[in-house]
């Protein structure tokens, strides 16, 4: 969205889910969060607006429809998304972000009502269970199924042995591939926050380490240990395979 102002752009985003991940307390959950890296940190991120009342979020009513649409405003993060494998640079730059965002989580005192998404075992077998839908619309074949529900049990098995401290634990992103960050001037900004919500950093790091290649997983988690070294990541050679 563009204004009068010169080189000035927003996003307006349009709510219009009923789950209950988007509901009016989880939205703002979010922005308060991006409101509190905005003023904490360096990082250049899609900082919400308030509106003319001084609320992160504007309610409203839609055209012969009772159901309320809740409307966010954000500045608009200029960068263009790679459509390519980072450069070796490219890829150091964008786990410092990560560790930036992380050694935030780790300070931070979440307020009251802060409401949003619990990346653990739970949350692997609901989105499992979802899963599992595609094969009564024969979109998924049982024995195609059977291996992901391998995989989920043995990942599950790994987020189980997890400790969680303030070292471990906070949070995340949780999404942070090649689509939701963009780079400026060679410099990754992270965009699209809508699936942040509370995880280990460990799970945080692998989300982006499934987008890198082989080398660019090495030298991601150089990169972020050099910048903030996190105590848990020793020995997690299991990253690298």
């Known amino acids: 969205m563009n204004t009068n102002e010169e080189h000035q752009k927003y996003l307006m985003k349009i709510h219009i889910s009923t789950s209950s991940n988007k509901t ?16 904490d940190t360096n990082l250049c991120i899609p900082t919400p607006i308030r509106n003319l ?50 050694k935030h989580s780790m300070q931070w005192n979440i ?49 189980e042995r997890q400790k969680r401290s303030c070292e471990s634990w906070g949070v995340i992103h ?12 060679d410099n990754p900004r992270p965009i699209d926050f809508s699936n942040c919500g509370h995880g280990f ?10 987008h890198l290649s082989y080398d660019n997983r090495k030298i991601f988690i150089a990169s972020y240990i050099q910048n903030y070294f996190i105590k848990y990541l020793q020995g997690e050679s299991f990253l690298l395979n």
Not at 174 to 185: A, K
Not at 201 to 210: I, K, P, S
């Open 201 to 210: 950093y460990l799970f945080d790091v692998a989300e982006t380490l499934l």
């Open 24 to 39: 009016k307390e989880v939205i703002e959950s979010e922005l308060t969060w991006l409101e509190a890296l905005d003023r």
């Open 174 to 185: 949780s999404d942070l591939h090649e689509s939701n960050y963009v780079f400026y001037n």
């Open 53 to 102: 009342v001084g609320d992160l979020i504007t309610e409203t009513s839609a055209f012969h429809n009772e159901n309320k649409l809740i409307i966010t405003l954000h500045r608009w993060v200029n960068g263009d998304v790679l459509n390519r494998e980072p450069t070796s640079n490219e890829t150091a730059n964008l786990a410092l972000i990560m560790a930036t965002l992380h």
């Open 111 to 159: 307020p009251d009502g802060f409401n949003r998404p619990i990346y653990n075992s739970d949350n692997l077998f609901t989105t499992l269970n979802q899963l599992k839908q595609l094969l009564h619309l024969e979109l998924l074949s049982s024995e195609e199924f059977a291996y992901v529900e391998q995989s989920a049990l043995k990942i599950s098995k790994v987020i």
